[in-house]
């Protein structure tokens, strides 16, 4: 994916906004800048413990918004639905995404609504887009410096597990829910108690290993994690064990990495600790002056461990 991104949409299509590669493109308009986003959903099961492609798709449109420091405010609503799709599953899915559209404090605008032949898709895909303004500017991953803390606002990995599971259903002797969660109120009390955080990203496709890998490529720090410091529920751990799969390169949909100044982690941890969904966060890391341009880990048995970008994808429609 990182190389169709370089060698042909950014070859083709090339301008200054799209090369900086963030979670949402920031423009501004007059005096104002805002940040516009979009993605698209197709996970299979649509429905799974702890959420649903309805919400899903509303949820992951504002934390990309909320990670570049902008408040929500519209998104749109594609829908391409598979011919003979059950009435009851789509009204279902909608009120699911106005119940998450209501608990995210945005509001769905326009949208798009194609009925394509049966087989054409697996029962419905969504795309959306959306639109924030600009109240914390200046966040990116230039402006991180070494000695800067990583910090995880939850357990990592839920999200994947729970699609998985209901997908092959794979009994793992806990029901582990998907994490999807609008995280765009707990980002603000974190943005607002500081003008000491340097950069935010939501560890979604590839998890934290790649997302980490994403921020210190090709740059003149490095970024050290300790193994036990990082939080994975048992269960997410067990799954991962059974299927010989790396938990720190499965996606969440509900946590948000953080990388702040040194003296601000403690305030941090304060503020996330207070909000629903960050109550286990933690910090897992430090940005390092060695191993400039790559992520390592310091093992529980005192080795290192190098993390590389996740090559391929380790479980597919996740999200």
Same mark, same amino acid.
């Given at each position: 994916?990182?190389? *169709?991104?370089?060698?042909?949409?950014?070859?083709?299509?090339?301008?200054?906004?799209?090369?900086?590669?963030? @979670?949402? $493109?920031?423009?501004? /308009?007059?005096?104002?800048? #805002?940040?516009?986003?979009?993605?698209?959903?197709? =996970?299979?099961?649509?429905?799974?413990?702890?959420?649903?492609?309805?919400? *899903?798709?509303?949820?992951?449109?504002?934390?990309?918004? &909320?990670?570049?420091?902008?408040?929500?405010?519209?998104?749109?609503?594609?829908?391409?639905?598979?011919?003979? %799709?059950?009435?009851?599953?789509?009204?279902?899915?909608?009120?699911?995404?106005?119940?998450? &559209?209501?608990?995210?404090?945005?509001?769905?605008?326009?949208?798009?609504?194609?009925?394509?032949?049966?087989?054409?898709? @697996?029962?419905?895909?969504?795309?959306?887009?959306?639109?924030?303004?600009?109240?914390?500017?200046?966040?990116?991953?230039?402006?991180?410096?070494?000695?800067?803390?990583? #910090?995880?606002?939850?357990?990592?990995?839920?999200? &994947?597990?729970?699609?998985?599971?209901?997908?092959?259903?794979?009994?793992?002797?806990?029901?582990?829910?998907?994490?999807?969660?609008? *995280?765009?109120?707990? /980002?603000?009390?974190? %943005?607002? $108690?500081?003008?000491?955080?340097?950069?935010?990203?939501?560890?979604?496709?590839?998890?934290?290993?790649?997302?980490?890998?994403?921020?210190?490529?090709?740059?003149?720090?490095? /970024?050290? %994690?300790?193994?036990?410091?990082?939080?994975?529920?048992?269960?997410?751990?067990?799954?991962?064990? *059974?299927?010989?799969?790396?938990?720190?390169?499965?996606?969440?949909?509900?946590? =948000?990495?953080?990388?702040? &100044?040194?003296?601000?982690?403690?305030? $941090?941890?304060?503020?996330?600790?207070?909000?629903?969904?960050?109550?286990?966060?933690?910090? #897992?890391?430090?940005?390092? $002056?060695?191993?400039?341009?790559?992520?390592?880990?310091?093992?529980?048995?005192?080795?290192?461990?190098?993390?590389?970008? %996740?090559?391929?994808?380790?479980?597919?429609?996740?999200?």
């Amino acid at each position: 994916m990182h190389r *169709l991104l370089d060698d042909l949409m950014l070859k083709e299509l090339d301008n200054n906004i799209l090369r900086e590669k963030k @979670d949402s $493109a920031i423009l501004k /308009i007059g005096n104002r800048k #805002i940040a516009f986003t979009t993605d698209s959903y197709v =996970v299979s099961p649509i429905f799974f413990p702890g959420g649903d492609i309805g919400s *899903l798709a509303v949820y992951g449109t504002v934390n990309d918004l &909320a990670v570049c420091g902008a408040k929500p405010l519209f998104i749109s609503l594609g829908l391409i639905i598979e011919e003979g %799709l059950d009435k009851f599953i789509l009204e279902k899915i909608i009120k699911s995404v106005k119940g998450a &559209a209501i608990n995210a404090d945005v509001e769905v605008v326009t949208g798009d609504t194609k009925v394509v032949e049966k087989g054409s898709c @697996d029962k419905i895909f969504i795309n959306t887009s959306g639109i924030g303004e600009i109240y914390y500017d200046g966040l990116s991953a230039e402006c991180i410096k070494i000695g800067d803390k990583v #910090i995880a606002s939850g357990p990592l990995g839920d999200h &994947a597990i729970s699609v998985l599971s209901k997908r092959e259903g794979i009994q793992f002797g806990t029901t582990v829910r998907s994490d999807s969660a609008p *995280l765009n109120g707990l /980002i603000r009390k974190i %943005l607002k $108690a500081s003008r000491k955080v340097r950069f935010m990203r939501d560890p979604t496709r590839g998890g934290l290993g790649t997302t980490l890998n994403e921020i210190a490529g090709g740059r003149n720090f490095g /970024i050290s %994690l300790d193994e036990r410091a990082i939080p994975v529920r048992e269960g997410v751990r067990q799954a991962s064990e *059974l299927l010989g799969i790396d938990p720190l390169y499965l996606a969440c949909e509900g946590r =948000v990495i953080v990388i702040a &100044a040194r003296e601000y982690e403690g305030r $941090a941890l304060s503020v996330m600790r207070r909000d629903k969904y960050g109550k286990m966060a933690k910090c #897992i890391g430090e940005v390092s $002056a060695d191993h400039k341009g790559r992520v390592y880990m310091k093992t529980s048995g005192g080795g290192k461990r190098p993390l590389e970008m %996740l090559s391929g994808e380790q479980l597919p429609r996740i999200c």
